[in-house]
Each structure stands twice: as C-alpha cells, then as structure tokens.
C-alpha cells in the first residue's frame, strides 16, 4: 500500500468503525514472568566453559547507568543482547543486522562525540572488537570513557552456526587472540578479565567506577564446534 503513513492510517481507522479494545497486560506480565524464570535458570547454568551469556546480560542490566548508551556490534552476542538485557530505556545502537562486523566500537565512539555527558557502553565479540582494536588508542589519547564488555569465544561463532545450518564443514572461523585484558592495558586504559560467574559483579561494579577507557573481558563458552582451520592450497603460477 503506498501513500503517506499520516493520512492512510487515519483513513484506515475510519473505515474499521467502533473497535474493541482487548486488555493484553496480564498474559503479557504472565509471558515475562516464564521468560524472567527462564533466563534466570540460563544465567545459573554453569557447564564450566566459560561464562554464559545470560549470566553476562544479566549482570549488565543490573549495573546500566539509566541513561547510559549501549552500542551492540555484529555476532551471536547480539542476538544474546537482545534476548538478554533487560534496559529501562537505555537506547541500544546497532548496524540492523547488516553483517556489518566491527560496528560496536566505532560506533560508541561516534556515540560518545554526540553525547559526552552519558555514559557510553560498547558490547562486542572478539571477533568484531579485533577489526578495529587500535582504536583503544585513540580513546585512551582523547580520554574517550567508553565502557567496553568484551564476549571471547576466540571464534566468529555466527559465522560457523551458518556454516552449519548449510550443512558445511566450520572452516577458518577461528581466531588467535591476544589477552584482550592486558592488550588494554598496554594501550594505557583498564582491562578486567573475568572468567566465571561468580566475578561478574564485581567486574561490573569496576567497569562503571571511574572515568577513561575499560574493558571487562568475558572468556565466553564455545557452544559451536570449531575445527581446525585448513590452510589454503597455494596457487601455482
């Protein structure tokens, strides 16, 4: 249907006539109260590879200043924000989807240049964050406080689920990264490691204590399986 939303809306609600209004509010309330008790049991459950990340977006609702701005870079990480992070209204910032992978802190950057006074909450994956990393540099030299909550599965784990779900081998999709925690600060800003459930509150807690650059890593659980990586055959002149 094409015309302008204002005015076809208006001749839509004329047509439909008197409707009744049905009150949703009590199955709703009783829909988030399965699914609060469901991500509850998900952020409990411990299988000793790492830390979920129910348990990881549950604690970040707890500490999210009320006016922070979250920015979300591409990855199963997002889909786990979306499903996960109970905000108050915090806007979240992201790519739509677009597969565009190192949005997140770039985009808390650009975030920070438009709102100084707020705070700036940048959530990534190791793969994404690994696109643009020297970028830690320039927050640390203009004093950018960007509070980072870093996911590490040392894989591009949405793209092996694809590669999967299409019933292919998962190929080169694994990654060798660098201690995120001390690669942050030896770019001079405050890294934060964190390797259960029990330390995330307190990692939180430092997070959000004081101003400039810093980095809670979050040594995530590898759901996906990932094979070793086969080395291209070399080409032949």
Same mark, same amino acid.
């Given at each position: 249907?094409?015309?302008?939303?204002?005015?076809?809306?208006?001749?839509?609600?004329?047509?439909?006539?008197?409707?009744?209004?049905?009150?949703?509010?009590?199955?709703?309330?009783?829909?988030?109260?399965?699914?609060?008790?469901?991500?509850?049991?998900?952020?409990?459950?411990?299988?000793?590879?790492?830390?979920?990340?129910?348990?990881?977006?549950?604690?970040?609702?707890?500490?999210?200043p009320a006016d922070a701005v979250v920015t979300v870079d591409v990855g199963n990480h997002a889909y786990s924000l979306d499903?996960?992070?109970?905000?108050?209204?915090?806007?979240?910032?992201?790519?739509?989807?677009?597969?565009?992978?190192?949005?997140?802190?770039?985009?808390?950057?650009?975030?920070?240049?438009?709102?100084?006074? /707020?705070?700036? $909450?940048?959530? +990534? @994956?190791?793969?994404?964050?690994?696109?643009?990393? *020297?970028? !830690?540099?320039?927050?640390?030299?203009?004093?950018?406080?960007?509070?980072?909550?870093?996911?590490?599965?040392h894989a591009l784990g949405k793209i092996s689920k694809e590669q999967l779900a299409e019933d292919y081998p998962v190929w080169?999709?694994?990654?060798?990264?660098?201690?995120?925690?001390?690669?942050?600060?030896?770019?001079?800003?405050?890294?934060?490691?964190?390797?259960s459930r029990d330390e995330l509150d307190d990692a939180m807690s430092t997070l959000f204590a004081s101003d400039g650059p /810093?980095?809670? $890593?979050?040594? +995530? @659980?590898?759901?996906?399986?990932?094979?070793?990586? *086969?080395? !291209?055959?070399?080409?032949?002149?």
């Amino acid at each position: 249907m094409l015309g302008d939303a204002a005015i076809t809306m208006t001749a839509l609600t004329d047509a439909l006539g008197e409707v009744k209004a049905t009150d949703q509010r009590l199955d709703v309330a009783e829909r988030c109260a399965v699914w609060r008790a469901e991500k509850a049991r998900r952020a409990a459950d411990d299988r000793g590879r790492g830390v979920g990340a129910a348990a990881v977006f549950h604690a970040l609702s707890e500490h999210l200043p009320a006016d922070a701005v979250v920015t979300v870079d591409v990855g199963n990480h997002a889909y786990s924000l979306d499903r996960y992070l109970e905000s108050k209204g915090q806007p979240v910032l992201m790519s739509g989807y677009l597969g565009s992978i190192g949005f997140g802190y770039p985009a808390a950057m650009g975030a920070w240049a438009a709102a100084p006074d /707020r705070p700036i $909450v940048a959530v +990534t @994956g190791d793969g994404g964050f690994g696109q643009y990393a *020297t970028e !830690l540099t320039t927050a640390v030299k203009y004093g950018i406080p960007i509070k980072h909550v870093l996911l590490n599965n040392h894989a591009l784990g949405k793209i092996s689920k694809e590669q999967l779900a299409e019933d292919y081998p998962v190929w080169h999709t694994s990654l060798h990264n660098p201690d995120w925690a001390g690669y942050a600060r030896l770019c001079g800003a405050t890294g934060i490691r964190a390797t259960s459930r029990d330390e995330l509150d307190d990692a939180m807690s430092t997070l959000f204590a004081s101003d400039g650059p /810093r980095i809670v $890593v979050r040594r +995530t @659980g590898r759901r996906t399986p990932v094979a070793h990586s *086969t080395p !291209l055959p070399r080409r032949t002149r």
